[in-house]
């Protein structure tokens, strides 16, 4: 039942190199309902050196909610474990 995926084709990963991941905003019905990170395996296996990144925001948010500023990649090798994450969420 998903109507659009969006995504801001200005950001590096759209340059001249591969593509590895991208930040996609979803909508349905007109409203924005699901964000997704977009991650490829290869991008993981590189443990990124920066690994949170902010989310762009939009100009108004409906309904109030709590909405992320960034979203994180991690990899913990003790337990060789990797997590994707949205974080630092904020009222809208």
Do not use: W
Not at 49 to 54: G, L, T, V
Request: overall charge negative.
């Amino acid at each position: 039942m998903m109507e659009n995926h969006l995504i801001d084709t200005n950001l590096p990963e759209f340059g001249p190199a591969k593509c590895t991941n991208a930040f996609i905003y979803g909508s349905f019905d007109g409203e924005m309902i699901f964000y997704e990170h977009m991650i490829t395996r290869e991008f993981l296996l590189g443990i990124p050196q920066n690994p949170c990144r902010p989310i762009k925001q939009p100009q108004s948010f409906a309904p109030k909610n709590y909405y992320p500023t960034e979203y994180c990649m991690r990899y913990n090798q003790y337990d060789n474990i990797y997590t994707v994450s949205l974080e630092k969420f904020v009222a809208r």
